[in-house]
């Protein structure tokens, strides 16, 4: 199982990125997946959920109206898109495996400062 996480960078508050997960070793279409974050001397933080077919996603209150997950299953990659980024957004992103959380990207960095 590999996730592998991209997107990331330094954006000013208000801006956008988007983050893709390619995930690879495993029946990527028969897993619900996650987006969780940490914070610089923070614990991880679930933000999203989406579910097998891409058809339903769930939001962490902190996050909601602002990303947007999505996933391709064709392509077998996961899709973030952040706008009205803020300060407190600054954190590494992993995308996850399940509901059991069992495999974990290494991450990508997301800074947002002016």
């Known amino acids: 199982v590999q996730l592998v996480e991209s997107g990331g960078g330094m954006v000013q508050p208000g801006g956008s990125l988007r983050l893709s997960c390619a995930a690879s070793g495993f029946t990527f279409s028969s897993y619900d997946m996650r987006w969780v974050r940490q914070a610089p001397g923070k614990g991880p933080e679930w933000i999203s959920t989406i579910n097998t077919g891409g058809g339903s996603a769930y939001y962490a209150d902190s996050v909601k109206g602002r990303f947007t997950f999505s996933r391709d299953n064709a392509k077998n990659t996961l899709y973030l898109q952040m706008n009205s980024l803020k300060p407190e957004d600054t954190a590494l992103y992993y995308c996850?495996?399940?509901?059991?959380?069992?495999?974990w990207g290494k991450g990508t960095l997301v800074t947002v400062s002016s």
């Open positions: 996850v495996r399940g509901g059991g959380m069992d495999y």
